[in-house]
């Protein structure tokens, strides 16, 4: 009889420490719904460039990282001949540094829209993938989100090479 009642019986600290785990993940979340998309790319690394302006939602998994972008439309700037293109729904995993199976963002090379598939922040740089293609940019020229529609903001040159990047 003892043995089925110690079975049944759970200590005060750690009811405790279940009380606590459930309040910092309700604090968590409560204060990501506080949070811009701008502000969630810094928390991964990233500089809030890498979004153009006029996100009007999001929606993030913090424990597997998958997340929702959302716009009114569709989305597309140039910069110095480097022509992007956002969907008005951006989906992908994101984690320190990385953005990976990324859907609905897609860089123009030559006369085709290459759909990117991973963004890397490699020291100074942020790594587009395109399949086994990849193109560096200084993270400075993300510095501020571009508009919709124009020339963008700021100016992004690639660093002159398209390698294979073999990101961690």
Sequence with gaps: ???ALSQKYIPPMA???????????LATAASLDDRTAYEVLQDYNFPVGLLPEGVKGYDLNIITGEFSVYFDYT???EHNHFHLKYNPTVKGSISNG????????????????LEIDQIVRNGDDIVFSVGALSSAFPVTDFEMSPQCGSGGVGKLRAKPFVSLYRGS
């Design 1 to 3: 009889m003892g043995s």
């Design 15 to 25: 009811i405790l420490i279940i009380l606590i785990l459930i309040h910092s993940a």
């Design 75 to 77: 989305c597309s700037f």
């Design 98 to 113: 990385k953005i990976f199976g990324l859907n609905g963002v897609y860089e123009k090379r030559f006369l085709l829209w």
